[in-house]
């Protein structure tokens, strides 16, 4: 038999990897996409309509394996969904958590959907504030992409001038809860912009696809599709056009070159046969996530690319920054003390947001540079977090955890971390749809350490690459959700001392 | 016909439901509890048998979770089963279980200090007296760190078991998992800072 050569390789299947797909699918290349995991069933995969009491263990997860969950979307609601068999581990001293969904489409399937696009204020920012250098595209370049996408896949939000993110094509936004109008009211005394966010979440029927029933279960995937995932939205499209090969449980391994040491391949492992297996192709897309395509790159090494393809520099690999989880305060409102209960989770909490609303008009404003955004949330959630805050016993406590029930609220704060030293103490705001990862240099290196294949046959436990350097600065840790320790700014700044109504009182 | 198979499909269901609870012994009381046929209750296993701890300690456990949560105008964790719940979660915990012996020791030992006599021995008032000092701030006594530590951990289960149940959800009247048309919005439209609003409910 000949061996079958593609027009393109992609490997992934998530933001990066599933728009590849879609693009290059409907213009009629053939394509063979390699993805790490399995391809889910919504029906199966997706329990987000089931209730605590439906679970083994509540939801709360086994408390045995309690130190191997990689976060709260690694839940008993989309068991066996996020990476467990493939090991890593961390350097010594340093803890870091790696989320991985290795399932086709990634982490858009749980994704917490905010497409705000960048303005100029990001892509000349080095300009402005003189650190670093600018973004090689301007937004006046980009803008149409931005359009484009956000027609594709739709994105609910309301027309905001602000002068850090533009405007762009929306569906109509959320609607503000109770939470919403108290914290905008006292934002707005502040000076601080609180609005609906931009979020790929469908209001209205879309494109085909049916408006969210606001169910609030967003963080263990749409069974309907209603908001953006590749599986979704994408591979039904590149798979309409019979152009696309998906190979589900490939583990690349390495990119393969020609003589000339250009790629023409990869080589992946099957995870359910655990053979080494290799595919051809004219080009190769590697969107693997930021970590796992370095490991991939590193991992290619040949006569010709000794340290690795792409990796003339050395900076392959180094530099890295995972998506942000971020970090968050907590207090409550109270206002709403004891007043009934309202479905405030009808989107996972990714309603509104507080854009940059630093270093606007002069860059060099504040303490630091750049600026970051703010995304609050709270109200009557699925579980009350907050009641073994609640002092006391009895009669009283149980009913002081109702009186509370609608008024716990958050802010998020997506920023590498604001504890780091000045010269790292860059802004990001990191989601999936970021054009580049350019902007993230500086911000973090992380220890994603010895990396293992616990599955690979012979290879059991070997160490492939140790493919970080020393980190610099201290990644948030994922888990850890604090006592409103975090966000010093916001909470004691801002909000103390700023607006008495919404001040934030912790629990 | 539609209705009986909608019928068969529930009975299915809880028959479904009985089987995971035999498979999981700790859930025995709080499946059946929480099934929407309420006439269900009456046929629950009496007798349950702890994973983990002894009867006595068992008892004592499902004694401290309904002083948490009582059974006062609505139902409290006795009724929803939570100590099968923090029985489950603690066999299933091994780091958690020598603490919780630990504690049950400790309180049974305090008891015998302060009334000559173990905590289930004590009437209801007794053993509030012996709560307090653990559960607030402003009561907290020197030398009972343990008893505080211990305490905090069987209300955390607490917690957990019991808003993750259906009497749970009542209690607070959780909102989750509904579907709606609409995005729900605020309804107190003329008054977005919220200053006047009804008095409280609860």
């Known amino acids: 038999m000949p061996k079958q050569i593609y027009d393109v390789i992609v490997i992934g299947s998530g933001a990066g990897g599933g728009m590849a797909i879609k693009t290059l699918c409907e213009a009629g290349l053939k394509v063979c996409c390699l993805n790490a995991g399995r391809r889910l069933d919504p029906a199966k995969d997706f329990r987000n309509h089931r209730k605590p009491w439906q679970m083994t263990f509540r939801g709360f997860g086994d408390p045995a394996k309690r130190s191997e969950s990689v976060g709260y979307m690694d839940s008993e609601w989309v068991p066996g969904v996020w990476e467990h068999e493939i090991r890593y581990t961390t350097a010594p001293g340093t803890e870091w958590t790696w989320p991985r969904c290795w399932a086709v489409g990634g982490k858009t399937n749980f994704w917490g959907r905010s497409s705000a696009r960048f303005g100029d204020i990001d892509f000349l920012a080095a300009s402005l504030d003189g650190y670093d250098v600018d973004w090689p595209v301007a937004y006046q370049e980009i803008a149409p992409y931005y359009s484009r996408v956000e027609r594709m896949i739709g994105v609910s939000s309301s027309i905001q001038n602000r002068p850090s993110n533009p405007d762009g094509e929306y569906l109509p936004p959320f609607n503000l809860r109770c939470l919403d109008h108290i914290l905008q009211k006292g934002a707005e005394k502040i000076g601080v912009p609180y609005l609906p966010d931009r979020i790929a979440q469908l209001t209205v029927d879309h494109a085909g696809h049916p408006a969210c029933h606001f169910c609030g279960a967003c963080t263990t995937g749409c069974d309907t599709g209603s908001f953006f995932s590749t599986p979704w939205r994408f591979l039904p499209l590149a798979e309409g056009t019979k152009n696309l090969e998906l190979r589900t449980d490939a583990l690349a391994k390495n990119i393969l070159v020609d003589e000339r040491g250009l790629a023409n391949g990869v080589a992946y492992i099957d995870r359910k046969s655990r053979q080494e297996v290799e595919v051809y192709g004219r080009a190769v897309i590697v969107a693997a996530t930021n970590v796992e395509t370095a490991r991939i790159l590193l991992n290619s090494k040949s006569r010709h690319w000794p340290t690795g393809i792409a990796n003339s520099s050395g900076q392959l690999g180094r530099n890295l920054c995972d998506h942000l989880y971020g970090e968050s305060a907590y207090g409550y409102l109270p206002q709403l003390l004891g007043q009934p209960s309202f479905p405030d989770s009808v989107g996972d909490n990714t309603i509104v947001w507080m854009p940059r609303w630093q270093n606007l008009k002069d860059p060099h404003e504040e303490q630091f540079i750049r600026g970051y955004s703010v995304y609050p949330g709270g109200g009557c959630g699925e579980y009350p977090w907050y009641a073994t805050r609640a002092e006391g016993f009895g009669s009283s406590y149980k009913r002081e955890v109702k009186r509370r029930y609608p008024t716990p609220i958050s802010f998020t704060l997506q920023a590498p971390s604001l504890r780091t030293d000045r010269r790292l103490r860059d802004s990001v705001r990191a989601d999936s749809f970021s054009v580049g990862r350019k902007r993230f240099e500086n911000v973090a290196t992380l220890k994603a350490g010895l990396c293992r294949f616990a599955s690979c046959g012979r290879r059991r436990g070997r160490r492939l690459r140790r493919f970080t350097e020393r980190s610099r600065l201290e990644p948030p840790r994922y888990r850890d959700v604090p006592n409103g320790a975090r966000s010093q700014e916001i909470r004691h700044q801002r909000f103390r001392t700023g607006s008495r109504r919404a001040e934030l009182v912790c629990l | ?202």
């Open chain 2, 1 to 202: 016909m539609a209705g009986q198979d909608l019928q068969r499909r529930e009975m299915l269901r809880i028959m479904a439901t009985a089987a995971a609870a035999s498979k999981f012994p700790g859930f025995a009381k709080w499946s059946f509890i929480c099934s929407h046929d309420k006439s269900v209750e009456s046929i629950r296993p009496e007798g349950y048998q702890p994973l983990f701890f002894s009867p006595s300690e068992y008892a004592l456990v499902e004694r401290l979770t309904e002083l948490i949560i009582p059974n006062d105008t609505t139902p409290g964790a006795k009724e929803a089963g939570v100590s099968e719940f923090v029985d489950f979660m603690v066999a299933r915990n091994t780091d958690k279980q020598y603490s919780m012996r630990l504690g049950i020791s400790w309180l049974n030992a305090h008891c015998e200090r302060l009334f000559g006599r173990t905590f289930m021995s004590l009437v209801e008032a007794q053993q509030v007296a012996v709560l307090e000092p653990l559960a607030y701030k402003a009561k907290h006594r020197a030398g009972e760190e343990d008893g505080r530590k211990f305490f905090l951990a069987i209300k955390e289960l607490t917690v957990m078991g019991f808003y993750t149940t259906e009497i749970g959800y009542k209690e607070i009247d959780n909102p989750a998992l509904k579907f709606h048309a609409k995005s729900p919005a605020c309804p107190h439209v003329d008054d977005p800072g919220h200053k006047h609003l009804p008095p409280p409910k609860w």
